[in-house]
């Protein structure tokens, strides 16, 4: 079991940064695969990007590559999104989530946080 908690979310200009966290508790974080997905209004959830167990393997949604980086403490339990270069299109609200590495659907991910806003401005 994983229960994650995202935060980091809020208002920013086209151009700025923001850096998203997600806090996880329970004994398998260490071990799962984690991602984040954004879902905005009128749209479907989608992937952004992914890591895997120990950190070492990224994947990234081509939207975001060169702009966001995903990253992983396993000795805090938590995992964040660096987001630079933010777009309006970027404005979504932004779930982080646990499963298996490399996967890109939703349905693929067993646990999920709580989404935080994030809204880009242009």
């Known amino acids: 079991q994983v229960q994650l908690v995202a935060s980091g979310g809020g208002l920013v200009q086209a151009g700025g940064s923001l850096r998203l966290s997600c806090a996880a508790s329970g004994r398998t974080f260490s071990t799962s695969g984690t991602g984040w997905f954004r879902q905005a209004p009128g749209k479907e959830r989608e992937f952004v990007a992914a890591?895997?167990?120990?950190?070492?393997?990224?994947y990234y949604a081509d939207s975001v590559k060169g702009r966001f980086t995903i990253s992983r403490d396993n000795a805090e339990n938590t995992m964040f999104l660096q987001m630079n270069s933010l777009k309006p299109e970027d404005t979504a609200v932004y779930y982080c989530?646990?499963?298996?590495?490399?996967?890109?659907?939703?349905?693929?991910?067993?646990?999920w946080g709580q989404g935080t806003q994030v809204t880009v401005s242009s």
């Open positions: 890591i895997s167990q120990s950190g070492g393997l990224t």
């Open positions: 989530a646990a499963g298996p590495f490399g996967a890109t659907t939703v349905r693929s991910y067993g646990y």
